[in-house]
């Protein structure tokens, strides 16, 4: 089986700073993408910053210069910094990861159970 599972997050006052783990386990034999999303009630899930396997990353408009996205590919984790949080940013976050099982030829989605981010005064 495979498990993703996040930690991190919190209560932050605007303007502060969170760092979000998440660490893949179970019979992965590789893995492509890493990354989080986000989600509030009655919205869809956005992508917030992806790193692939080769390091490359990509983040969305409303979160460059604020947030790092990093991956440690030894211990299968990847991490997400946050500064300079807002309001705007209060959302369940999601740990992303397309993964190879060992036996299989494909790579499959999977997902974290969410972390909350609560950015409040």
């Known amino acids: 089986q495979v498990q993703l599972v996040e930690s991190g997050g919190g209560l932050v006052q605007p303007g502060g700073s969170l760092r979000l783990s998440c660490a893949a386990s179970?019979?992965?034999?590789?893995?492509?993408?890493m990354g989080w999303y986000r989600q509030t009630p009655g919205k869809q899930r956005e992508l917030v910053a992806t790193?692939?396997?080769?390091?490359?990353?990509n983040y969305a408009d409303s979160v460059k210069g604020r947030f790092t996205i990093s991956r440690d590919s030894a211990k299968k984790t990847v991490d997400l910094q946050m500064n300079s949080l807002k309001p705007e940013d209060t959302a369940v976050y999601y740990c992303y990861a397309d993964i190879r099982r060992y036996g299989s030829t494909r790579f499959t989605n999977y997902w974290g159970q969410g972390t909350q981010v609560t950015v409040s005064s």
């Open positions: 179970g019979t992965v034999s590789s893995i492509n993408v």
């Open positions: 790193v692939s396997s080769g390091g490359s990353t």
